[in-house]
């Protein structure tokens, strides 16, 4: 025991020390690296602002000590003898004679780059980096971020992380961006027609370049937040980050208790032609959810040019559970008015776990990288609905009651290899890819009491199949000369699929063979003068709920249902840009939305239901004028500007309505301008205040009224700037939410939604070990993940 606890206290020494320069101040951020007596590396770590550092968890030995800083001599210790902990005298770091004769480092102004298929934000070392990754994208040009909705164009986008596509929902997103610091972010890219490396489907692509820190070493946090509106929402995590010469390991946990609140005002006017009849819906949601998220990331160097990466993510919501009440007021032109209230219990659990492993390769003139992953997706729901129909004396007159019982599980298999290398002046990038999805999803109704209510028609058991297989190549090519930026691609995408009702006895059977190009060019004749013109097409694939012919019902008279028919609704996407100074942007866009899907609400009027179902329209286009303008009014100040001038129309099939074609169309404005403000000289506290506001937009045969939206915040920094504390007020006017209307031909119906959108959100960050230290988190590049979304 005595050996033991000598052989203990030997490997816990510790070594600290300051660094400074000969004028006695410290040196921020200087690379310490610990030898032994091989030169072979123990340690290494960077100096903190006041200079400090300490490398723990020694053996006993000989050391050398090497410290080293950009535009200062490299210093050096030999033999260190470590035999307990030890305080080393101040080290001094002598400018570099070759430097310049002056060096005046300050905080830079944000840039913006405007390259052939893309727009770069450059933001490292601005004023921006002082907050969060979230804070950056408020503030990049042609960016929108609307509650928990990251937009460009009026189209919700695709998040990069180093061109690693991040797999998460919305608000998983937004608790992943805001919690990565905005000193490590070096750029955003915003790619609104992306070239052909990337997935064929989806809309505009926002990518985030973090700066790569080379330091040794470990480091830590821990995080807490809530947001406080009608029902407090929490969430607990820690995140843990090791790297030495080989590997890299991270790992982190969350732990989400929720509890929401959703109401809608609802009104349905039916009519036939002997009577009209009004339908007046209270509607209240709340939901109880406990998600447990985990990822692990495993990188390990194999040698100079070669590396293996491993990763793991599961999500794990055992006891998610919805009530929902209703009241509707019914009344009629020629019968008794009459109350249908209504209740609905919703258990349900959910499990998602992915695996991911990637090869890759430095190549003498390019790199070779090889991926495989596996992910299995399953959720269980049961219902319970029941409704009580009370007359005008308040008498129960009828009572409607159904269970039922669902489970879906989804198989995603995909591989992936991609080559990059220059020829001459000529850089080529080449790929291919493979994707095999195996789906099921099954529902039964074992209680069904007075089924002649014309919407429980529809409710009946089914088992649904869907397989598809995917196999996609693509080539893309770019050059530079002079004053001209040219890059062209193609992507080709064999697709195969399958839906089977087996209940329904249906087979919906697709296979094509679709090719996506894409081509940009850019011009800039003089400087502060540049303009650009490019061209994609893409796909938007049904997601795997859609395809469901499953009913969800809100009540046995309104109920969403999947569609088996829907097809692939693919684009073609035109851009012209000017930027002036780098500064302003003006852009003019077009896109012809093909056979779009869209999410349409249908009323037969004689059997008074309400079905909403996915549909794909006849025809849909949109184009606009935006103008960006971001720009750092002082050291203290940065305004960013977004204006749009829109127009979106669509013509969908009046299913209702004697299957005519009909068309919705809105012109609308759209302005944005947020003001982020840093309000001590030491950049410890910063503030934002923002301002959104819509005219009017379109959601399929719906019209959206106008919104305003007025958000402010405050955050502070302080030991060191190891703990960020921010506390937020969101949707300060209570305007954020609009009433949606869909009046056509014999459709009349209407809703106010009204989720959560004014609250007051906290939260703590606080920040161990090396924090400076850039880690591996990434997220997983798997396309077919962004179908599992609901």
Excluded: C
Aim: charged share 20%; hydrophobic share 35%.
């Amino acid at each position: 025991m005595l050996f033991s606890i000598s052989s203990i206290i030997a490997q816990n020494i510790r070594i600290q020390g300051v660094v400074n320069t000969s004028q006695n101040s410290p040196i921020a951020f200087a690379n310490v690296v610990l030898l032994d007596e091989e030169q072979k590396l123990v340690k290494g770590t960077i100096t903190e602002e006041d200079g400090s550092f300490i490398l723990e968890n020694l053996k006993t030995g000989t050391y050398h000590l090497r410290v080293s800083f950009v535009g200062f001599d490299d210093q050096k210790i030999e033999s260190i003898l470590l035999e307990k902990d030890t305080t080393l005298r101040p080290i001094v770091l002598s400018a570099s004679q070759e430097s310049l004769d002056e060096v005046v480092l300050t905080s830079k102004k944000p840039t913006v780059v405007r390259k052939a298929d893309r727009l770069v934000f450059n933001v490292e070392n601005t004023i921006l980096s002082s907050g969060n990754t979230m804070d950056i994208l408020k503030r990049t040009p042609g960016v929108v971020v609307n509650q928990e909705e990251i937009t460009i164009r009026n189209e919700g986008v695709t998040v990069y992380l180093n061109d690693k596509r991040v797999q998460l929902s919305a608000e998983e997103i937004q608790d992943l961006l805001s919690s990565l610091s905005g000193d490590a972010i070096q750029s955003v890219e915003v790619i609104a027609n992306p070239p052909a490396r990337y997935e064929a489907e989806g809309g505009p692509v926002l990518n985030i370049v973090t700066s790569k820190v080379v330091s040794l070493g470990y480091k830590g946090t821990v995080f807490a937040r809530g947001t406080y509106g009608i029902f407090p929402k929490h969430s607990f995590g820690t995140s843990q980050y090791y790297k030495n010469e080989k590997l890299n390991l991270f790992f982190n946990y969350s732990f989400n208790p929720q509890k929401s609140s959703f109401r809608s005002d609802d009104f349905i006017n039916y009519r036939t032609a002997d009577e009209r009849i009004n339908w007046l819906q209270d509607f209240e949601r709340k939901n109880w959810s406990n998600a447990h998220n985990a990822n692990l990331i495993i990188d390990y160097k194999l040698n100079e040019t070669s590396q293996l990466s491993f990763s793991a993510v599961g999500l794990y919501s055992p006891g998610i559970y919805d009530y929902s009440r209703s009241i509707t007021d019914v009344t009629s032109s020629i019968e008794d008015p009459y109350t249908i209230r209504t209740s609905s219990g919703l258990n349900g659990e959910r499990t998602n776990i992915a695996l991911d492993a990637k090869y890759t390769k430095t190549l003498k003139n390019g790199s070779l990288s090889m991926n495989v992953h596996h992910t299995n997706f399953s959720r269980k729901r049961d219902q319970s609905l029941n409704s009580r129909y009370i007359d005008a004396t308040g008498d129960l007159f009828r009572n409607v009651r159904f269970t039922s019982d669902s489970f879906q599980n989804i198989e995603i298999y995909t591989g992936q290899i991609d080559y990059a290398t220059t020829l001459g002046t000529v850089a080529l990038e080449l790929g291919a890819r493979t994707s095999i999805i195996d789906s099921r999803s099954v529902v039964k109704f074992p209680t069904i009491v007075d089924s002649g209510v014309s919407g429980l028609q529809e409710a009946q058991d089914d088992d649904f199949l869907y397989d598809e297989d995917i196999v996609a190549g693509y080539v893309s090519v770019a050059k530079d000369w002079d004053k001209w930026n040219v890059k062209a691609g193609l992507r080709a995408e064999q697709t195969n699929s399958k839906g089977t009702s087996l209940a329904l006895n249906e087979i919906n059977d697709l296979d094509y063979l679709e090719f996506f190009p894409t081509a940009y060019v850019q011009y800039a004749p003089v400087e502060n003068h540049s303009f650009s013109l490019d061209y994609s097409r893409r796909v938007d694939r049904p997601r795997y709920q859609d395809l469901n012919p499953f009913a969800y019902f809100l009540n046995e008279n309104n109920f969403d249902q999947g569609n088996a028919q829907l097809t692939p609704a693919f684009s073609h996407r035109f851009n012209f840009n000017y930027t002036l100074k780098s500064a302003y942007s003006f852009d003019l866009y077009y896109r012809d939305n093909g056979n779009e899907i869209l999410r349409l609400p249908f009323q037969n009027n004689d059997a008074q239901v309400l079905r909403t179902s996915n549909q794909n329209a006849l025809d849909s286009k949109s184009w606009g004028l935006d103008f960006t303008h971001g720009r750092s009014i002082s050291d203290w100040y940065y305004l960013y500007t977004y204006l749009s001038a829109f127009h979106e129309e669509v013509t969908f099939l009046a299913q209702e309505s004697g299957n005519v074609a009909q068309d919705n169309k809105v012109d609308g404005v759209y302005a944005y301008i947020g003001n982020y403000l840093t309000l001590s000289k030491d950049r410890s506290w910063t503030a934002e205040v923002s301002a959104e506001y819509i005219s009017k937009f379109l959601f399929g045969s719906y019209i959206q009224d106008r919104v305003i939206t007025l958000n402010a915040g405050v955050q502070k920094k302080f030991w060191k700037n190891r703990a960020i504390l921010k506390v937020t007020v969101n949707d300060i006017l209570g305007e954020a939410n609009a009433l949606l209307t869909s009046q056509y031909l014999n459709q009349d119906n209407a809703y106010f939604a009204v989720p959560e959108t004014q609250n007051l959100q906290v939260g703590f960050t606080y920040k161990f070990g090396n924090f400076k230290l850039q880690d591996n988190n990434r997220a997983l590049e798997i396309d077919e993940l962004e179908r599992l979304k609901e």
